[in-house]
């Protein structure tokens, strides 16, 4: 699940970056970032979390 968190976080980053190559630094630029990095922080909480025990 991490996996997924962190790939849909680069693509929010992708479109970031074109975002302000194409028309400058705007909300929604910003916006793209924050969702960005708050994807980037739950993938890592996936990753940090202790593995469940299988019986």
């Known amino acids: 699940m991490g996996v997924i968190y962190l790939i849909i ?3 929010f980053v ?3 970056i074109h975002r302000v190559n194409d028309v400058g630094w705007d ?3 910003f916006l793209l970032i924050a ?3 708050i994807d980037i922080l739950i993938a890592i909480r996936y990753f940090k979390a202790p593995k469940a025990e299988s019986e």
């Open 35 to 37: 969702v960005a990095s």
């Open 14 to 16: 992708f479109a970031a």
């Open 27 to 29: 909300f929604w630029t």
């Open 9 to 11: 976080s680069f693509m």
